[in-house]
């Protein structure tokens, strides 16, 4: 399968602790995203990569949240000192730069208790 | 402000009943418009995209419209495993990110 593979696919953490997810884009690709999508609603943008380079981060992402994308290929999410409100599906998409079509993963559901 | 309002927010149908769900956009400087299709569960997969007033896309029983605010996806003779969510997206010229509707849920009963 070369689609977008997310890790772990489910999480659940403590109010107050810290977790990291992790993203692998297809492999041709440039450009990954990160989305937040909560019950019943569309998936919200968080930040996108181009290479290495963080171009862009929403107002959404509060600063417990930090993304890298350290080599160009993978990229990890991390949310420090989880809060209730965190608790989502975090997406992870990636693009062509050229053709722009956004290729999403299985998602990872974050449960914050 | 960019905005996009999908309609119905669900739908359901009989098998072989055709339908279309509507997404309307107010965004400055589109530069594409995109459909996806999500199962409970799981990411959106992607089915289509539109970059201009008038242009149609289609992949067997789906429909893809654009005009200048709106656009609709058709659903000609539906089957049960058309049964998902339906997400509208925009994106702006050169800024990457998607701008997604709440989504249309459809349930097709055979």
């Known amino acids: 399968d070369t689609g977008v593979s997310q ?26 995203y990160w989305y937040r999508q909560t019950l019943g609603q569309g998936p919200e943008f968080l930040t996108y990569f181009q290479n290495e380079a963080q171009l862009e981060k929403s107002r959404l992402l509060s600063d ?14 991390e949310i420090q000192r989880t809060e209730q ?24 559901r974050l449960t914050v208790t | 402000e960019d905005q996009v309002t999908q309609s119905p927010e669900a739908l359901r149908l009989q098998e072989g009943e055709s339908s279309s769900l ?37 992949k067997e029983r789906l429909k893809a419209t654009l005009t200048k605010k709106e656009s609709f996806l058709h659903i000609t003779a539906p089957k049960p495993e058309d049964s998902a969510t339906y997400l509208c997206a925009v ?7 998607l701008i997604f509707g709440q989504g249309t849920t459809l349930q097709v009963k055979p």
């Not at chain 1, 053709?99 to 999403?104: D, I, L, M, N, T």
Request: charged share 25%.
């Open chain 1, 7 to 32: 890790d772990p696919r489910h999480k659940i953490t403590k109010r107050g602790q810290n977790v990291t997810f992790r993203c692998d884009p297809i492999s041709e690709h440039n450009r990954l």
């Open chain 1, 64 to 77: 417990r949240f930090s993304a890298e994308r350290p080599k160009g290929s993978f990229s990890t999410l």
């Open chain 1, 85 to 108: 409100g965190d608790s989502a599906m975090y997406l992870c998409a990636s693009s062509l730069t050229s053709v722009g079509e956004q290729y999403f993963g299985p998602g990872t």
């Open chain 2, 22 to 58: 509507n997404c309307s956009y107010t965004v400055s400087g589109l530069r594409g418009l995109f459909w996806y299709r999500q199962d409970p569960g799981k990411g959106p997969e992607f089915l289509f995209t539109l970059y201009s007033a008038g242009e149609e896309k289609e």
């Open chain 2, 91 to 97: 994106e702006k010229s050169n800024t990457g990110k």
